[in-house]
């Protein structure tokens, strides 16, 4: 899987059950203005909205929580804070993914 969103333009990452980034893509490390490897152990909310709650918290849909509740797939558009604190609107793909088998 790494090696597949390595190659990706689009920034990506993993996101564990806790918020916690698991993995970064390089386009991921460049919007965020660091590299990929700063990221991980970080919260997901930390690194994309600049906020310490999670997003149903700042107005925004947690696509992570839709997709433990429901086991499916999502599609969210949400304003994530760029480098050097510019805003952008992404659309956000959450899909699930177990690790485990």
């Not at 899987?1 to 564990?16: F, Q, Y």
């Not at 696509?63 to 304003?79: A, C, E, Q």
């Amino acid at each position: 899987m790494v090696n597949i969103t390595d190659s990706l333009k689009a920034p990506a990452i993993l996101v564990g059950e806790d918020y916690t980034v698991e993995y970064a893509n390089p386009a991921f490390g460049e919007f965020c203005g660091r590299p990929p490897e700063e990221l991980l152990g970080k919260k997901c909310h930390k690194v994309s909205h600049a906020s310490d709650s999670p997003c149903r918290l700042n107005a925004n849909d947690c696509p992570l929580k839709y997709v433990l509740r429901t086991g499916r797939s999502t599609r969210v558009r949400h304003r994530h804070v760029c480098v050097k604190g510019s805003e952008k609107v992404f659309d956000i793909l959450a899909i699930p993914v177990s690790l485990n088998g």
